[in-house]
């Protein structure tokens, strides 16, 4: 019995998209982290809440763009294959 080489390489693209998405949750550790972080800092010296709270931002943007980077590819496995055509 063998198996047609598209479908596994359909298989292998969900699969690869699934273990992709798994880098969402190194973000959203990493932004709760530095939330948490900045509400310390901020009740330890609330007069510096604005530069706490700019770099704050600036971070989590940053960690965030690793979860979207994965979701890219992602997509990109599930959706536009570039692989599927080449079997």
Not at 4 to 14: C, E, I, L, R, Y
Not at 38 to 54: F, K, L, M, S, Y
């Amino acid at each position: 019995m063998s198996i047609d080489p598209k479908a596994f390489v359909a298989g292998m693209s969900a699969l690869g998209a699934g273990l992709a998405m798994i880098a969402g949750i190194g973000p959203g550790i990493g932004e709760g982290y530095t939330a948490g972080q900045a509400c310390a800092a901020i009740g330890r010296q609330p007069e510096a809440q604005g530069d706490i709270t700019r770099t704050m931002i600036l971070g989590i943007a940053m960690a965030e763009s690793t979860g979207i980077y994965a979701l890219v590819v992602a997509l990109i496995l599930l959706f536009a294959n570039p692989f599927v055509g080449q079997f």
